[in-house]
């Protein structure tokens, strides 16, 4: 089911919105011909992928969640990233099966 909110076509007058420029941040922009509505269209999956790697990064580095969070409380870090919480790590099938036993020598033998 596709988003409505992200759709290419005008919000107030339901035409067909054309690309026109980007924004400073580097944004598509999109304009309606018709009525002349302005718009910048988000997209959830790209947000989600960079909340991700900025939780990623702090959970495996070295930075507290304020130094994270640009110098604010780490509050507003807290708020975006956690939904990556109740992700759940899966691995894949095991394809390949080594043919070596690993075996210690400290237990082969009596001391």
């Given at each position: 089911m596709p988003n409505t909110n992200n759709s290419t076509l005008c919000l107030v007058c339901a035409s067909k919105l054309v690309k026109?420029?980007?924004?400073?941040a580097g944004t598509q922009r999109w304009r309606c011909p018709d009525?002349?509505?302005?718009?910048v269209r988000?997209?959830?999956d790209v947000t989600r992928r960079h909340?991700?790697?900025?939780?990623?990064t702090?959970?495996?580095?070295?930075?507290?969640?304020?130094?994270?969070?640009?110098g604010l409380t780490g509050r507003s870090f807290r708020n975006?990233?956690?939904?990556?919480?109740d992700i759940e790590?899966?691995?894949?099938?095991?394809?390949?099966?080594?043919?070596?036993?690993?075996?210690?020598?400290?237990?082969?033998?009596?001391?």
């Open positions: 026109n420029g980007k924004t400073a009525c002349g509505a302005s718009s988000k997209r959830e909340q991700l790697t900025e939780f990623l702090w959970l495996v580095g070295k930075h507290s969640q304020r130094e994270v969070d640009n975006r990233t956690a939904w990556c919480w790590p899966s691995l894949g099938p095991v394809t390949t099966t080594h043919r070596q036993v690993l075996v210690d020598g400290i237990w082969i033998g009596s001391w």
